[in-house]
């Protein structure tokens, strides 16, 4: 009897070492990773992963993300993901990602937006160019806030530069979209990491960078109660727009 993929996916992730940043909680990097993972996990269980995708010349490209969190995990904790694909809209499929602690407590929500793109042309693709549709689960979206277009920084206060590595590329040989989430949050004061935590992290992949590509990394402080701050990421040789995010960030009482 054939066993058929599950419609929600399931997987737990124990917090390594390597895996907290240097206050000792799960960086937002790590997070995001995981999520990429548990997405890839149930697209391969469902027979649409990019390694699948490849040999019919079709891949998925992040384009919008925002991550919502109310606790931070510590090393040794596990963090538990579900996630599904939860909505279809012309060329855009949105995955939705809850994220518990090992008593089933909440403590993160994230929604992604998804193109489905030809790899020779590097156009995007109808959804119904997948050899197999999309199942989406009935059940409640992961957040009532979606992934908005964000504001191109316009005066940066922080800068800094960095240069594609191998190690920075996905399977697709351009820049890993979680390259940019270390990237942009680099441009975050320390006097804010060290008394802060991040709230919610909203970010926009604009375009693509490759191996021995110059990226240049921007933040612009924002007016608001709490920190926030806008981000940019950009290719100075090419002068094109890379990413955009957003980060709000809570103050520890």
């Known amino acids: ?6 419609q929600v996916w399931t997987d ?3 917090v390594r070492s390597y895996d907290v940043d240097a206050r000792g909680y799960l960086s937002a990097v ?5 999520l990429q993972d548990a997405a890839g996990c149930h697209a391969h269980a469902l027979g649409l992963s990019v390694d699948q995708l490849h040999p019919i010349h079709l891949t998925w490209v992040l384009v919008r993300m925002r991550v919502e969190l109310t606790r931070h995990l ?3 904790d596990r963090l538990h993901i579900q996630t599904w694909p939860s909505h279809q809209e012309r060329l855009f499929s949105h995955r939705d990602f ?3 602690d090992d008593a089933g407590e909440n403590i993160g929500r994230c929604v992604t937006v998804w193109v489905l793109m030809d790899l020779q042309r590097w156009r995007p693709q109808r959804l119904t160019a997948l050899p197999d549709p999309l199942p989406i689960p009935d059940r409640p979206r992961a957040l009532s806030t979606m992934p908005n277009k964000v504001d191109v920084p316009k005066a940066l206060t922080t800068q800094r530069q960095f240069q594609v590595g191998d190690r920075d590329l996905d399977r697709n040989g351009h820049v890993n979209n979680v390259r940019y989430i270390e990237w942009a949050l680099e441009t975050v004061p320390v006097s804010v990491l060290n008394t802060c ?18 990226i240049l990394a921007g933040s612009q402080t924002l007016d608001t109660a709490q920190p926030a701050f806008l981000h ?9 727009d890379l990413a955009r995010a957003k980060t709000q960030w809570r103050r520890i009482e």
Not at 1 to 6: E, G, K, L, Q
């Open 197 to 214: 935590r991040l709230d919610v992290l909203e970010i926009n992949f604009t375009g693509e960078a490759f191996h021995a590509d110059s």
């Open 74 to 76: 510590r090393w040794q």
């Open 30 to 34: 790590s997070i995001c990773n995981f």
């Open 98 to 100: 809850l994220l518990r």
């Open 1 to 6: 009897m054939t066993t058929m993929p599950p």
């Open 12 to 14: 737990v992730y124990p």
């Open 232 to 240: 940019g990421i950009r290719s100075p040789s090419a002068g094109t």
